[in-house]
């Protein structure tokens, strides 16, 4: 009996995910929709509210959540900001989506806002890990939760899969040329993920010779245009 349930359930998973990617894939494929103008939130409440709501859904990872209320349907940012703020988030010490909190609650109403963001993130969703941490040490050797579990792992890569997606085409109005980009993309996934080098590393040499190369640009456009 439990050995069907659990087949039963990794199938039920395995198709929500075939869902997501095919849905993803073919919206990237699809035109840049029209810019919409961009809205502000009206209180640091209300950033505490969508925060927490952010972080209630964010399963596997609240910036593929993230990106999705607040650039399409909240448009408190463009995709180009939040790539921008995200990358900048990467580089700073703590969780990502925290950084990332932080500076988006920052934007709109200085040290109030990030902590109203942060908070929002943090707060509610403590009490549920709590919870379900003293939860899990009741049912931790029944086949169905563990069956489930490693199912839900599944869903958590397809989910960040969807967000690099969704964020490649950001890199279009980038100053660099976006088969470069891609490029560079593509190795700091093949040094990370698969040669297992240290982030770190990875930041310096990739992250570097990015800069570099960027700030060569501009240097050339300014100088161009005098």
Known sequence: MFSSSKAGLSYIIAGIVLRKVIVLISSYCMPSPIVLPQNKPKSCFEIFIVFTLLALQGFGGVISIT????VEQKRWISQEEFLELFSVAQLLPGPNVCNLSLAIGDRFFGRSGAFSAL?????????IVLFVYQSYGYFSDNELVVGAIRGMSVVAGGMTLGTALRLVSGLKSGVMRYQLLLILAVSVFALVGIFRIPIYIVILLIGGSAVIATYRILLRRDTEVK
């Open 67 to 70: 990106q999705r209320i607040l």
């Open 119 to 127: 908070a929002g993130m943090m707060v509610l969703p403590i009490i």
